[in-house]
């Protein structure tokens, strides 16, 4: 029986799911056309939550060991608070302006989803995976797409399509991992991860390996299960695919590391070489096919499953430092991609895909707009002086440290390959000519501010990594020593 | 002036034109004259300050001085670290002397001026940063400062250079744009950051070797790597910093991207940030990794002597002055290269005066270039003729470079290439003074005929009737670069005894392994 002191670890989570209960009784409560403030309240609690993180105990297990809080857990719970934060505030903006009868939903749906993200990183049970993907899963596929008809600039027809895909691949990946874990579960009997650690190798537990780790590879949209990002990123409501291109991975990422590195951490050599397939094939294939891409979303679709792959090297490293600077990179590249996607709803609200053309003159139209692009993008690249960079060569020097030094230059290699199309959107910024019809841009006021809170985290981030660094490298030493 | 001067002097000069360009955020778009004077001042206390160091350092002591450290990133060992030692003091002077005469050179930049000095100030910082770090990540995060704004400088202001696409290649000029600006700015930065990539590795081996403590510099410097490492990270680096300093084949991205900067950034660019390569390679590659360099020495000078002579050769033929100006970049870049792969001590010191001599001579050069295609809207030699009737001034200095880049004797270019053959011809390979020798009468005649198809002979033509002579800050830059090639030349010591005193202190750690190399 669960009991009280069950409970402690999980507190922040619970007062999540309090706050989403919250949103929905304040928003039965609430008049039409008077739903705006739910956005606000959303991000409020969430920003609320944020900061109690810094304040509350979690730690300790619960549930007879199958969740364990860590200042891994936390640290992780903190990037998604502050992702939702944001991506909440960068929201209002467009669900009021083109779904003000669903508003209540849409935040609805995004704390649920948000609860799943900050149960799983501490989850070290399969069953709990399996429920926390879950709870995260669904209501993104049901927010992908929101912009269904009653949106008059056409985003609808694509949104059917983008929902669709997200739905069916994560239900696939689902079953996947579900049919793989029953193998790993008939070979060992338990489905803690301590106890399959200890558990005999057999070929049929490996089988099942493989499966389990081909559907998380799914969830984070690596290559070769990258298929459906560009068309989901494309036909989805901006505001949300910030939202979707970070949250999601950030979590997949806890789950897998949890997965290979405790569930799995006897066979590290031969999962080693699968997951260095992974990270090959998803840098190259990510970065070649952003090259030709001529809109935006679909380009950064691509380069996030490239820098899936970068994010992979720190698993594949499998140190304490691979995984702390994995945590580093994942908390940069909130930021980073947030920032951009939030940055081309300012420019095209309510379109499905944003050609690159409409990029042209922005420095113009809105110079601040533009500066924050070229710094967003500069990050995604990794150049020095924005988080990227240090995300980048953090990686790197685990990777390097753990004897693959030839990924170090493969890497850094593929990144400038990167930094041409990432460049395209900079010339487009600085050197295109804006079109007559283009006037100057004003930009929502809550927008801004989660622009301008994406652009602090990358400019703080970058000037001054040292803090970040160490509190992740601390909380990679928690993931492999819990005590 | 107190002791807070003397201690912080370093991050002063690093720090001012960043806070400059700072300042410049601030201002209003189209306060012109305060955007130029801020740029003008940060770019002066950077000079003040490398002119006061040159004064303070003493020459007596040696090694590293004015030493600052302040903790960077200290699980991983990185600290803010900056010394300077003799061959930092000349290039900080050279630095500081070419960004204000860039500034001066670019003061009637108009068209998006502000955002134009912010990243000339920021690129400018980074330049500053890489000579006097004593961090290897530092220097080369700095580095990176210094190459990235190119982009945008060269992409932003740039022109369309002339190119006939000719042959059987001449539709992939016109799929490319090749000589446009885009392209060239493009080009650049994706050429650059390759090098960058293979440092990184590198930087990386050097600091797990050496214990995975520290970046620092010194500590790395004392550190024994295995033989078998040393012979991979050399060419690694020498290929990453050397892709900056236009070693052949990985120059191509130079003469493009030359061509298309605008003035000021030429100058920078050529003046100064292909040293930051050349510097890379002596201080990063040749005294970390010393059996490395002493085996890889011979292919480093031969390929430096492909350098002179393929550079002189091309600046020979090509029809764009700006082109031609690169080119000799490329050839002079060489000497360079030679002095260092001799590991003499008047190579080195030739290398770095030749560092320091072509900095000033092509900051001149192109300070030049940029008032000829502004007046007469063309680069185009051929159709140039007589236009020292109009632009005296202007005829006269470039002539004046013309001479130092052919080493006249009195002009610094002469000191410099001088001392690189003397070191070429006291190293293993006398022979590479020759192909040095003929490159520098190459140089002779394409500058003299540069200068006559220019500047002497029939015309000017009608077209060019709005030919004027420099204007007043144009003449202070012009002065200043003229002035520091004569100095400089007549009174080489000046500089000398700085770089000197650093080869003394760096060259023996390279003797043993000296010894130990053998030829191929």
């Known amino acids: ?483 | 002036m107190g002791s807070f001067f003397d201690t912080h002097l370093l991050s002063i000069i690093v720090a001012a034109p960043f806070v400059a360009a700072v300042l410049l955020l601030m201002v209003d778009d189209d306060a012109r004259l305060t955007i130029r004077w801020i740029s003008l001042v940060g770019s002066l206390v950077s000079l003040g300050g490398s002119i006061q160091l040159a004064a303070k350092y003493q020459l007596s002591r040696g090694g590293l001085q004015f030493a600052e450290r302040y903790p960077l990133v200290p699980s991983f060992g990185i600290d803010l670290s900056l010394a300077a030692d003799g061959w930092s003091v000349s290039l900080l002077l050279l630095t500081g002397i070419i960004i204000t005469t860039g500034v001066l050179a670019s003061w009637t930049v108009s068209h998006r001026g502000r955002e134009f000095f912010i990243l000339l100030l920021v690129l400018v910082a980074g330049v500053f940063g890489v000579f006097v770090s004593q961090d290897l990540f530092v220097f080369f995060l700095f580095y990176e400062i210094a190459v990235l704004p190119m982009y945008l400088l060269i992409g932003i202001w740039g022109s369309r250079g002339k190119v006939e696409a000719r042959g059987p290649f001449a539709f992939v000029w016109k799929r490319f744009d090749i000589g446009g600006r885009e392209y060239a700015a493009m080009k650049l930065t994706l050429m650059l950051l390759v090098g960058s990539a293979a440092i990184l590795v590198v930087i990386f081996a050097m600091y797990f070797a050496a214990g995975g403590k520290t970046f620092d510099l010194g500590v790395l410097g004392a550190a024994r790597y295995p033989r078998e490492m040393q012979l991979w990270a050399f060419p690694l680096l020498w290929l990453g910093f050397g892709s900056l300093a236009g070693v052949f084949p990985f120059h191509t991205w130079s003469p493009d991207g030359h061509a298309a900067a605008p003035t000021a950034v030429s100058m920078l660019h050529a003046g100064v940030l292909m040293k930051l390569g050349a510097f890379g390679v002596i201080r990063v590659g040749m005294l970390l990794l010393p059996d490395g360099a002493a085996w890889w020495a011979p292919y480093v000078g031969g390929i430096a002597v492909i350098n002179v002579l393929y550079g002189a050769v091309s600046a020979m033929s090509q029809k764009d002055l700006k082109y031609v100006i690169a080119y000799s970049s490329v050839s002079h870049m060489g000497v360079v290269m030679l002095g260092a792969a001799t590991m003499t001590v008047d190579g080195w010191n030739g290398a770095v005066y030749q560092m320091f001599a072509h900095g000033m001579m092509t900051g001149l050069f192109f300070a030049l270039v940029g008032l000829v295609y502004e007046r007469a809207h063309t680069r185009w030699v051929p159709a140039m003729g007589g236009f020292a009737a109009k632009m005296p001034g202007v005829a006269a200095f470039f002539v004046l470079a013309g001479l130092s880049s052919l080493g006249l004797p009195g002009l610094a270019g002469f000191v410099a290439e001088f001392l690189v053959f003397v070191g070429a011809w006291q190293s293993k390979h006398w022979w590479w003074a020759l192909p040095g020798i003929i490159g520098a009468w190459v140089t002779a005649v394409y500058v003299l005929r540069a200068a006559k198809m220019i500047f002497f002979g029939d015309g000017p033509a009608q077209e060019f009737h709005d030919l004027k002579d420099a204007r007043r800050t144009e003449w202070g830059a012009l002065w200043a670069l003229g002035a520091c090639l004569i100095l400089f030349g007549s009174y080489p010591r000046l500089i000398l005894d700085f770089i000197h005193l650093a080869t003394n202190e760096y060259l023996p750690k390279l003797s043993s392994a000296m010894q130990l190399a053998q030829l191929p």
Not at chain 1, 249 to 278: H, P
Not at chain 1, 289 to 310: C, E, H
């Open chain 1, 1 to 483: 029986m669960p009991t009280a002191a069950d409970l402690k670890p999980l507190v922040v989570d619970l007062l999540l799911l309090f706050s989403a209960l919250l949103v929905f009784s304040v928003d039965l409560g609430l008049p039409h056309g008077r739903k705006r403030g739910l956005g606000f309240l959303t991000a409020l609690l969430l920003a609320g939550l944020f900061i109690v993180t810094f304040f509350v105990d979690a730690s300790g297990a619960a549930f007879s060991g199958a969740y364990v809080g860590t200042p891994w857990a936390t640290l992780f719970k903190r990037v998604a608070l502050a992702g939702g934060a944001i991506a909440a505030l960068g929201a209002v903006d467009h669900v009021d302006r083109h779904y003000p009868a669903r508003q209540g939903e849409y935040y609805l749906l995004l704390l649920f989803s948000l609860t799943g993200m900050t149960l799983l990183p501490g989850a070290r049970d399969l069953v709990m995976f399996v429920v926390c993907f879950e709870l995260m899963g669904l209501p993104l596929a049901m927010l992908a797409t929101w912009a269904k008809t009653d949106d008059k600039q056409g985003a609808g027809r694509w949104a059917a399509e983008a929902g669709l895909k997200l739905y069916l691949v994560s239900a696939a990946s689902t079953a996947i991992t579900l049919f793989g874990l029953s193998f790993v579960f008939g070979m060992t009997g338990t489905t803690s991860l301590a106890g399959i650690a200890a558990a005999p190798m057999s070929p049929l537990l490996a089988v099942g390996m493989m499966l389990t780790i081909a559907g998380m590879a799914f969830k984070v949209g690596a290559v070769p299960f990258h298929l459906w990002v560009p068309d989901t990123y494309q036909g989805a409501p901006t505001p949300f695919v910030a939202f979707l291109s970070v949250g999601p991975k950030a979590t997949g990422f806890a789950a897998l590391a949890a997965i290979i590195l405790i569930a799995f951490k006897g066979n590290q050599a031969q999962l080693g070489s699968l997951v260095l397939l992974l990270v090959v094939a998803s840098i190259v294939v990510g970065n070649l096919m952003a090259l030709p891409q001529k809109d935006v979303k679909r380009m950064l679709a691509f380069s996030g499953v490239a820098q899936i792959g970068y994010m992979m090297m720190g698993l594949l490293a499998g140190s304490q430092l691979g995984l702390g600077m994995l945590l580093f990179y994942v908390a940069g590249y909130v930021a980073t991609n947030m920032g951009a996607f939030l940055v081309l709803e300012a420019i095209g609200p309510g379109r499905a895909g944003v050609p690159l053309e409409e990029l042209n003159g922005l420095w113009k139209r809105s110079p601040w707009l533009g500066l924050a692009m070229l710094l967003f993008v500069l990050s995604l690249a990794g150049i020095p002086f924005v988080v990227g960079f240090w995300a980048k060569l953090y990686v790197f020097m685990a990777v390097f440290q753990a004897g693959q030094g030839w990924l170090v230059l493969f890497g850094a290699l593929m990144a400038i390959v990167s930094l041409w199309y990432y460049l395209q959107i900079a010339r487009a910024v600085y050197m295109g000519e804006a079109s007559a019809e283009q006037r100057p841009l004003s930009v929502r006021p809550a927008l801004a501010a989660a622009i301008g809170l994406c652009l602090v985290g990358v400019v703080v981030m970058g000037a001054w990594p040292a803090p970040f660094v160490e509190s992740a490298s601390a909380a990679a030493a928690s993931f492999f020593d819990p005590r």
